[in-house]
């Protein structure tokens, strides 16, 4: 860890010391003759949180008058940025032209995020979650891990409910967990990110956009204004295939009744909407959750649904049920490639399923 001027004299040494659990780096001027060097060869990769508006300006102009200036313009590894500034600084002309010329130079932006602010006011500029910035560290050290910068993109996520009466629905397993790690891979990957979903983040969302919906309806009239400005569609929330036809006003009662019986008819299918009124070139990517014969059944998806890529997991497999925070997939895309991506974490399923996305836009 390596502690600025200014971060010394707001943070102090000591506590940061007991937080790392070792003695932060603070000065060109020591015991080693070329520290900023050293630490530029040892390092993997390079975080700078909270990046000022005073210390991306160092950034963007090559400065180096200090050990954390010298020691970026030394490494030629990954570079995540969390900024931190008043939205005032943060939108002026000088900041932006600094973060456009980092972005140029392969600088990877984590934020910042709307929210409160310093001295009262609210506004964008403030610090992302940390959750966000170890997740960008997991996802810029990960192999093959690319940009998505300009990239608009709309993920569905959890299950659909389909109401019976006031309190009651139909629903089914899913938690949202893949759904909501394709819409924080590619927010951290650098896209523009809105979440069409039934359940809350698993996360602080500070990132994504985050629009919540109920039923199959409500969520294929928020997809299809999403449409309207997305260049990628990723449907993996899990839709009912029916709804109840008339549902109950109020609560229905349980005494006096032996039995209820429901009326149900279909739902719309999203996927073949969203691709009835697809814009060129809009990537449409659909998900298949089966407990037998997947590659045939995603297959099938694929030719019928008309979709430029289907990932299909077994969720009867262990680890790959319902609600788990692991996952394992095959990919078929409308060229006819395919992949099984073995049991990982659903950030890294979410990478790779993105990488498969970029793969079909490059065609």
Not at 91 to 117: C, I, S
């Given at each position: 860890m390596l502690l600025t001027d200014a971060a010394e004299r707001f943070l102090g040494v000591q506590a940061v010391a007991s937080v790392a659990h070792s003695n932060p780096f603070r000065s060109l001027f020591g015991d080693s003759p070329s520290p900023h060097t050293e630490l530029a060869e040892w390092a993997d990769l390079v975080v700078v949180v909270p990046a000022t508006a005073d210390f991306l300006a160092k950034m963007a102009h090559g400065v180096a008058d200090d050990l954390g200036s010298t020691l970026l313009l030394a490494f030629d590894g990954p570079v995540v940025v969390a900024p931190a500034m008043h939205s005032a600084m943060w939108?002026?002309?000088?900041?932006?032209?600094?973060?456009?010329?980092?972005?140029?130079?392969?600088?990877?932006?984590?934020?910042?995020?709307?929210?409160?602010?310093?001295?009262?006011?609210?506004?964008?500029?403030?610090?992302?979650?940390?959750?966000?910035?170890?997740?960008?560290?997991?996802?810029?050290?990960?192999?093959?891990?690319?940009?998505?910068?300009?990239?608009?993109?709309?993920?569905?996520a959890g299950g659909t409910r389909e109401p019976i009466d006031a309190v009651r629905y139909i629903g089914n397993r899913s938690s949202g967990r893949q759904g909501w790690a394709l819409a924080q891979v590619a927010a951290l990957a650098g896209a523009s990110v809105r979440c069409v979903t039934t359940v809350?983040?698993?996360?602080?969302?500070?990132?994504?956009?985050?629009?919540?919906?109920?039923?199959?309806?409500?969520?294929?009239?928020?997809?299809?204004?999403?449409?309207?400005?997305?260049?990628?569609?990723?449907?993996?929330?899990?839709?009912?295939?029916?709804?109840?036809?008339?549902?109950?006003?109020?609560?229905?009662?349980?005494?006096?009744?032996?039995?209820?019986?429901?009326?149900?008819?279909?739902?719309?299918?999203?996927?073949?909407?969203?691709?009835?009124?697809?814009?060129?070139?809009?990537?449409?990517?659909?998900?298949?959750?089966?407990?037998?014969?997947?590659?045939?059944?995603?297959?099938?998806?694929?030719?019928?649904?008309?979709?430029?890529?289907?990932?299909?997991?077994?969720?009867?497999?262990?680890?790959?049920?319902?609600?788990?925070?692991?996952?394992?997939?095959?990919?078929l895309d409308r060229l006819g490639r395919q992949r099984r991506i073995e049991m990982a974490p659903k950030t890294e399923i979410a990478a790779s399923i993105l990488a498969a996305i970029v793969a079909l836009i490059e065609v």
């Open positions: 939108e002026a002309p000088a900041t932006q032209r600094n973060v456009m010329t980092l972005v140029g130079d392969g600088v990877h932006f984590v934020g910042p995020a709307e929210g409160r602010l310093a001295g009262g006011d609210v506004g964008i500029g403030r610090l992302v979650d940390p959750l966000w910035v170890v997740e960008a560290v997991h996802y810029w050290l990960t192999p093959g891990a690319g940009p998505l910068d300009g990239l608009r993109i709309t993920v569905s809350d983040p698993p996360f602080r969302a500070d990132l994504v956009e985050v629009l919540r919906v109920e039923s199959a309806e409500q969520m294929l009239d928020a997809m299809r204004s999403a449409q309207e400005d997305s260049d990628v569609l990723i449907m993996s929330a899990a839709v009912a295939d029916f709804r109840v036809a008339e549902p109950f006003a109020g609560k229905v009662k349980r005494a006096g009744k032996e039995r209820l019986e429901l009326s149900l008819v279909p739902n719309p299918d999203i996927l073949v909407e969203l691709v009835q009124h697809r814009k060129q070139p809009q990537v449409i990517v659909g998900f298949a959750a089966e407990v037998e014969r997947l590659e045939e059944s995603v297959a099938n998806k694929l030719a019928n649904k008309g979709v430029d890529l289907i990932v299909g997991n077994n969720v009867a497999e262990p680890g790959s049920e319902f609600g788990s925070v692991t996952n394992a997939v095959y990919l």
